[in-house]
C-alpha cells in the first residue's frame, strides 16, 4: 500500500524532543519544512513551545511524555507516536536540518540498500562560529533510522542505538546551537550530565579494552574506544584540555575554541570531584551497613577508584 503523502514533500518522519524550547522550536521545523510528517516529544513544557510549534507548522503532531533518558524517551517516541513513513529522523530543538544535510538524507534514504540506518555528524557553534576541532567534528550519532530495526539503550547522557542490520553514514552535517539558550543554561544541563557520566565511568572501567579498535576504520568504533581508555586513566581533566586544545588544534578555533576547551576541561573536574564523592559515600555506607558479603562492593569500589582531578 502506497504511503500517503504531499507531494512536494518528502516522504519522512522527523521526531524532535523538547523541552522548554519556546525560542529554538520554530527554527527547529522550519529547518525540516520538506519532510512530510513532523512529531514534537515534549517533556512537559512549562513555556510556550507547543504553540511555538504548531504556529511554524499547523500540521505538526504533539505529544508528551515525561522525560526519563534519552534512549527511553527515543524508543518511546517510536512506540507511541505513529510515525507516517518507514525512515525517521530524530532532531532535537536546539539542531537545524540545513539544506546540504537535508539533501545528504533524502539521497541516503532513496539509495539506502540494506542499511538500516545512518550516523549523521553536527557542527557546534559556539560564540557564533563553528567551532570544527574543539568539538571533535566529525562526531556521530545515529539519528537516521528505519522504522522496526533500530532501538535506543541509555549510555552515560545520551544513547546508544541497537540495530538490527547495517548502518551507514550521511557525511553532510546539520547544526547545533547548543550554546542558544546561553552559558548559565549550558554549565546547568552539563552539571546534570556530568553526573550521569560518574554510573557510565565506573561502568566502562569494567569492560575489557581492546585496544586493536583504535586503529579501525570506523570513526564510531575508535571513538568508543577512546571513551573506554579515557575512564580507565586518570588526570583525566588536564588530559581533556591537552587533547582537544593541542593534540585536536583546539586553538585553532580562536578564543571560542580556548573558552569552550576550558569549559569541557571544568567539566571534567565536576566528573571527577563526583566521582571521588560516589566511591567515599560508597565507603562509608559499606561500614555502616557491615554487609555479610562485601567481596561485591569492594570490586565495585576498586573498579572506581584512582581518579584524581
Known sequence: ???????????????????????????????????????????????????????????????????????????????????????????????????????????????????????????????????????????WQLRLLKKGFVRFRREGHGQREVAEGPLGYVDAPYDHFGFSKGLHN?????????????????????????????????????????????AKVGFRPILRFLYLYVWRRGFLDGRAGLTFCLLRMAQEIHIAAKLSESIAQGDVRQRRRGRDSPMASDKSREVCRDVEA
Not at 575489557?208 to 576504520?217: A, D, I, K, P, Q
Request: charged share 25%; aromatic share 10%.
Open 1 to 139: 500500500m502506497a504511503e500517503n503523502f504531499d507531494n512536494s514533500r518528502f516522504p519522512l518522519t522527523v521526531i524532535v524532543l523538547t523541552y522548554n524550547e519556546e525560542d529554538n522550536i520554530g527554527p527547529c521545523i522550519q529547518s525540516v519544512k520538506w519532510a512530510d510528517d513532523v512529531v514534537v516529544l515534549d517533556s512537559g513544557s512549562t513555556d510556550s513551545t507547543i504553540s511555538s510549534a504548531e504556529a511554524a507548522r499547523p500540521d505538526v503532531r504533539v505529544y508528551e511524555n515525561p522525560f526519563v533518558d534519552f534512549g527511553h524517551q527515543r524508543n518511546w517516541a517510536l512506540d507511541n507516536t505513529e510515525p507516517r513513513h518507514k525512515w525517521i529522523l530524530f532532531l532535537d530543538a536546539d539542531e537545524r536540518c540545513n539544506e546540504l544535510c537535508a539533501q545528504a538524507i533524502q539521497e541516503s534514504v532513496t539509495d539506502a540498500r540494506s542499511n538500516v540506518g545512518f550516523f549523521l555528524c553536527y557542527r557546534n557553534y559556539f560564540l557564533g562560529r563553528w567551532i570544527k576541532r574543539s568539538t571533535l567534528y566529525p562526531s
Open 186 to 230: 549550558w554549565i546547568a544541563r552539563h552539571n546534570d550530565y556530568s553526573t550521569d557520566e560518574v554510573e557510565l565511568i565506573c561502568r566502562l572501567r569494567g569492560e575489557r579494552l581492546h585496544t586493536g579498535e583504535l586503529l579501525s576504520r570506523s570513526s564510531v568504533v575508535r571513538r568508543r574506544c577512546l571513551k573506554r581508555l579515557a
